[in-house]
């Protein structure tokens, strides 16, 4: 049974950085993408990055571009997701999310496996 657990959220100054950790269990997941979705109270749940376990090919929307990172550890089975020059519109609960596969989807529908969240808040 596949488990995603996140953790690293908290509370930050604009301006300042988190790293969110997504730790993967359950199979080996070499042909998975594992994607970085957040939702913002009273917000639909959006895309916010995702890489390509095999390869580490990544893609970020738009809004966070050369501002996050993606990264992934093998040995750990654990993605980082390094979020510097936070905005306080960034502000959200972040869910980690895996589907089998090399094609990046920015549907959270396409994904099959989702953590539990971790809230990541940024004051102005």
């Known amino acids: 049974q596949v488990q995603l657990v996140e953790s690293g959220g908290g509370l930050v100054q604009a301006g300042g950085s988190l790293r969110l950790s997504c730790a993967a269990s359950?199979?080996?997941?070499?042909?998975?993408?594992m994607g970085w979705f957040r939702q913002a109270p009273g917000k639909e749940r959006e895309f916010v990055a995702a890489?390509?376990?095999?390869?580490?090919?990544?893609y970020y929307r738009d809004s966070v571009k050369g501002r996050f990172t993606l990264s992934r550890d093998n040995a750990k089975n654990t993605v980082y997701l390094q979020m510097n020059s936070l905005k306080p519109e960034d502000t959200a609960v972040y869910y980690c999310?895996?589907?089998?596969?090399?094609?990046?989807?920015?549907?959270?529908?396409?994904?099959?496996?989702w953590g539990q969240g971790t809230q990541v808040t940024v004051s102005s």
């Open positions: 890489i390509r376990w095999s390869g580490g090919y990544t």
């Open positions: 359950g199979r080996t997941f070499s042909n998975y993408v």
């Open positions: 999310a895996g589907r089998r596969g090399t094609y990046i989807y920015e549907g959270h529908d396409e994904y099959d496996y």
